[in-house]
């Protein structure tokens, strides 16, 4: 099983960013995806997650400025990050959960984890 996170970098406070996820090893259709991340000094936290009947939830500070998206043809999950604020400085890790139905609300209900891609926001 392997998860490549890609699409890290260095923005200005108020910039977009979108993250790529590159699934493969497992069969995608069937996962539950979902994007994590870990600032400095703190604790990884779910971001965003999404199931394949489309429900989407998010973590309260990104509602309205995150987009989650799955493309079964590219076996991706993206992370389209708007209006990006300081705080969302961290390392971002995309997750799979092997159950269709499933909203991933935490970090523990995550099973299969991407190596992390850096984003760092400027003030």
């Known amino acids: 099983v392997q998860l490549q996170a890609s699409g890290g970098g260095l923005v200005q406070a108020g910039g977009s960013l979108r993250l790529s996820c590159s699934v493969s090893?497992?069969?995608?259709?069937?996962?539950?995806m979902s994007w994590h991340r870990q600032a400095p000094g703190k604790q990884r936290e779910l971001v965003a997650s999404?199931?394949?009947?489309?429900?989407?939830d998010y973590e309260d500070s990104v509602k309205d400025r995150f987009t989650i998206s799955t493309d079964d043809t590219r076996r991706k999950v993206y992370l389209q990050m708007n209006s990006l604020k300081p705080e969302d400085t961290a390392v971002y890790y995309c997750?799979?959960?092997?159950?269709?139905?499933?909203?991933?609300?935490?970090?523990?209900?995550?099973?299969?984890w991407g190596q992390g891609t850096q984003v760092t926001v400027s003030s």
């Open positions: 090893g497992i069969t995608f259709s069937v996962q539950a």
């Open positions: 997750a799979a959960t092997p159950n269709r139905l499933v909203v991933v609300t935490t970090t523990k209900g995550a099973d299969y």
């Open positions: 999404i199931n394949r009947g489309g429900i989407a």
